[in-house]
């Protein structure tokens, strides 16, 4: 059974900084492309970064520069590091797995706003 757990919201002010973390069971997630999507109020959930077992990663254009996707496979973790928040980027965060066959985790609140 999969089973991701998202931590590291919460609200920040605009240019602040969070990091986002997803621990990862009942996959074999060194083998799993991990990512990243989000959804804001009134609008559809957008994948916003993944990365593929080689560490190759990719983001959507609204967060390249500002956000780092990383993972750990010793630990089954995946991270989200996002610098130079706007309030654009308020959204709840969704951990997502694709092994394939994809799953979400129950998703994060975060809040930018001064």
Same mark, same amino acid.
């Given at each position: ?21 997803? *621990? ?8 799993? &492309? ?17 990365? *593929?077992?080689?560490?190759?990663? $990719?983001?959507?254009?609204? &967060? ?8 750990? $496979? *010793?630990? $089954? ?5 996002? $610098? ?7 959204? &709840? ?16 609140? &975060?809040?930018?706003?001064?």
């Amino acid at each position: 059974q999969v089973q991701l757990v998202e931590s590291g919201g919460g609200l920040v002010q605009p240019g602040g900084s969070l990091k986002l973390s997803c *621990a990862a069971s009942g996959i074999r997630f060194s083998f799993c &492309v991990m990512g990243w999507d989000r959804q804001a109020p009134g609008k559809q959930r957008e994948l916003v970064a993944t990365t *593929a077992t080689g560490g190759i990663t $990719n983001y959507v254009d609204s &967060v390249k520069g500002r956000f780092t996707i990383s993972r750990d $496979n *010793a630990k $089954n973790m995946v991270y989200l590091q996002m $610098n130079s928040l706007k309030p654009e980027d308020t959204a &709840v965060y969704y951990c997502r797995s694709y092994c394939p066959g994809s799953s979400w985790g129950q998703g994060t609140q &975060v809040t930018v706003s001064s």
